[in-house]
């Protein structure tokens, strides 16, 4: 499907048909048949779908996914009595346990789908993350909105009256902390990848 690697190498562009970018390049297609020949072979033969993991493991991960958050909001009655620390502590292991889950369950989808099907999914994050920050943003401006972020404060507070512009302006911090975090970490994430990819293509690790 790929075709031969001299085949490949005598399509490359003048520009990068010099020594360092042939090897380069050569090395990187040499990554690319070893992590994707087993599925490309698959596909010429007619087969949609490479092995899956077990069953039980995917199971198990979407359970330590969403049992911990399940579990903070039905004893939430009972997180009111209880010292802040506690609180804190009990509710930072769930997030943990929830995000290492969802890490893990996107490696493994990772390594099932195809190179469309993971342009898909890298479009669909990338522009829905996007959209969805920016709709956040718009619908912090109408009243209705903030007006039902106080009442849950309230509710799940225990407060009957919280101070709305505490609660908007805390709401509003934290959401600018989500979106600030995210692109300092997209753009060190991208950095390092670059840094990585771009090391000598005769580099043996």
Same mark, same amino acid.
């Given at each position: 499907?790929?075709?031969?690697?001299?085949?490949?190498?005598?399509?490359?562009?003048?520009?990068?048909?010099?020594?360092?970018?042939?090897?380069?390049?050569?090395? =990187?297609?040499?990554?690319?048949?070893?992590?994707?020949?087993?599925?490309?072979?698959?596909?010429?033969?007619?087969?949609?779908?490479?092995?899956?993991?077990?069953?039980?493991?995917?199971?198990?991960?979407?359970?330590?996914?969403? &049992?911990?958050?399940?579990?903070?909001? +039905?004893? *939430?009655? $009972?997180?009111?009595?209880?010292?802040?620390?506690?609180?804190?502590?009990?509710?930072?292991?769930?997030?943990?346990?929830?995000?290492? +889950?969802? *890490?893990?369950?996107? &490696?493994?989808?990772?390594?099932?789908?195809?190179?469309? =099907?993971?342009?898909?999914?890298?479009?669909?994050? =990338?522009?829905?993350?996007?959209?969805?920050?920016?709709?956040?943003?718009?619908?912090?401006?109408?009243?209705? &909105?903030?007006?039902? *972020?106080?009442?849950?404060?309230?509710? $799940?507070?225990?407060?009957?009256?919280?101070?709305?512009?505490?609660?908007?302006?805390?709401?509003?911090?934290?959401?600018? +902390?989500? &979106?600030?975090?995210?692109?300092?970490?997209?753009?060190?994430?991208?950095?390092?990848?670059?840094?990585?990819?771009?090391?000598? +293509?005769?580099?043996?690790?």
């Amino acid at each position: 499907m790929w075709g031969e690697r001299g085949v490949a190498a005598n399509r490359l562009p003048a520009a990068l048909t010099g020594e360092r970018d042939h090897a380069k390049l050569t090395w =990187q297609y040499d990554k690319f048949v070893v992590r994707f020949g087993s599925r490309c072979d698959t596909v010429d033969q007619g087969e949609t779908h490479m092995p899956s993991p077990t069953r039980s493991r995917v199971l198990a991960l979407a359970v330590i996914m969403v &049992v911990p958050p399940i579990a903070i909001l +039905a004893s *939430i009655p $009972w997180l009111r009595h209880q010292p802040d620390g506690l609180v804190f502590l009990l509710t930072g292991i769930a997030a943990t346990l929830t995000v290492l +889950a969802s *890490i893990a369950l996107a &490696v493994i989808n990772d390594r099932q789908i195809d190179e469309w =099907q993971r342009s898909n999914a890298r479009f669909s994050s =990338q522009w829905g993350w996007t959209v969805g920050a920016g709709m956040v943003a718009l619908l912090l401006a109408l009243p209705p &909105v903030r007006d039902l *972020i106080v009442s849950g404060a309230a509710v $799940w507070g225990g407060t009957p009256n919280p101070d709305s512009r505490l609660v908007i302006t805390t709401f509003t911090f934290g959401f600018m +902390a989500v &979106v600030i975090t995210q692109a300092i970490c997209t753009m060190l994430l991208s950095l390092g990848w670059h840094v990585w990819m771009s090391r000598d +293509a005769r580099d043996p690790s």
